[in-house]
């Protein structure tokens, strides 16, 4: 698509038939646009200019590393976390819209397919947790698991990190809360019921949308909505205490299901929710700008048109407290809405927080402070 993005308000017109047919199936992205942090490199950013380069759908490559820190101190006041950890970078998921898509450009790569298709694995994960979990100014406060990638993508099936840091998790009294799209977490309810039993894990799972011809297509190689249902009542029913993201809720394509949402894993038994507005930084804005033309083109300037005027005339928005929620009649409507049907299904009515008092180091007796 021959389309400058450096200015927020474009206009543009439907892909053509041509541009059509390369369409990458099973990933979101559908380019590789520019890693800022190198010199020289070679990105697909215009799509009507397709003679001389060959798309396919490249197979998932793993790339094996030995990662020097495992967990992170997170700053940012907007996203509910002290401490977070990932054992994998880059994520299988391909949600079109995920912030955590710029980080990938700090391996080297694009925030764009090389996101979806190269994902870094973090072997030495389990050990470093437990060395940092020995330290002795650690004092068990929470952590993230999937504060930037999913720790439950499909690379966990096969180098099984996530389960040996829960593991890990479990033998210190760690309290931890965990944030999935994925099923697969399902295969950890042994020791999720375990820790859910002292109180030191939480979970939630991530619901965009119902409509599965949309998720499909938005963030293609997640477990569909009913299945993420399944897994809050599982789960539920197996002692751990389960809410519902909802997010990102974009104008124009999703936001009208927030009732339907929260109805549906209240009634699996989920107790407390969180939501997220869209917000378009760095790569993300390109990307998704591609992605929308190319899938929705009919009501692509709209959704783009109301992406701006809940981010002031922009798609992106640093400032804390304004960057998650967005702000305008728009953005106001999604929060009212949030409130309103929190309050109508029970969601967050009770005070819960993880459980820090029970944390200690293996072979020693109670806190070691």
């Known amino acids: 698509m021959a389309n400058n993005l450096k200015q927020d308000s474009v206009k543009v017109a439907p892909i053509t038939k041509e541009a059509a047919q ?3 199936h099973g990933r979101g992205a559908q380019i590789n646009t520019k890693n800022k942090f190198l010199k020289t490199e070679t ?4 799509m009507e200019a397709i003679d001389d380069w060959e798309i396919s759908n490249l197979p998932t490559q793993y790339i094996l590393s030995q990662a020097k820190t495992i967990v992170n101190k997170v700053d940012s006041p907007d996203v509910g976390m002290g401490y977070s950890t990932n054992p994998y970078a880059g994520c299988e998921h391909g949600c079109i819209y995920c912030y955590a898509r710029n980080a990938h450009e700090y391996w080297g790569y694009s925030a764009g397919i090389d996101f979806e298709q190269k994902i870094i694995v973090k072997k030495n994960a389990p050990q470093l947790l437990r060395k ?3 330290h002795s100014k650690w004092e068990g406060a929470p952590i993230m698991f999937s504060g930037n990638t999913d720790c439950y993508q499909p690379a966990e099936q096969k180098f099984r990190l996530t389960r040996q840091m829960l593991e890990i998790c ?5 309290p931890v809360g965990i ?3 994925n099923s697969w977490i399902l295969k950890d309810k042994d020791v ?3 820790m859910a039993a002292k109180g030191i894990v939480s979970a939630m799972v991530s619901i965009t949308s119902f409509n599965e011809d949309l998720r499909r297509i938005l963030e293609p190689r997640t477990t569909t909505a009913k299945q993420k249902l399944k897994v809050i009542e599982e789960l539920s029913k197996a002692g751990v205490r389960m809410g519902v993201m909802m997010g990102p809720m974009i104008p124009g394509l999703n ?3 927030m009732q339907r ?3 549906g894993a209240a009634d699996a038994g989920a107790t407390f929710t969180a939501y997220t507005f869209i917000r378009l930084n760095g790569a993300i804005k390109l990307l998704f700008h591609d992605w929308l033309f190319k899938n929705l083109p009919d009501r692509a300037e709209k959704v783009w048109s109301l992406i701006e005027q809940s981010h002031g005339g922009k798609v992106n928005d640093n400032r804390f407290g304004l960057r998650m929620r967005g702000e305008g009649n728009i953005a106001d409507m999604v929060a009212q809405q949030y409130k309103k049907y929190g309050k109508l299904y029970h969601m967050n009515a009770e005070e819960w927080s993880l459980n820090t008092k029970l944390f200690r180091r293996p072979g020693m007796q109670g806190k070691l402070f």
Request: charged letters at 25%; glycine letters at 0%.
């Open 22 to 24: 390369q369409y990458l």
């Open 43 to 46: 990105a697909q950013t215009d």
């Open 179 to 181: 944030l999935t799209k």
């Open 255 to 257: 936001e009208h299901e």
């Open 192 to 194: 999720l019921q375990e």
């Open 261 to 263: 949402i929260m109805k």
């Open 170 to 174: 479990n033998e210190f009294n760690q």
């Open 132 to 134: 940092f979990l020995m």
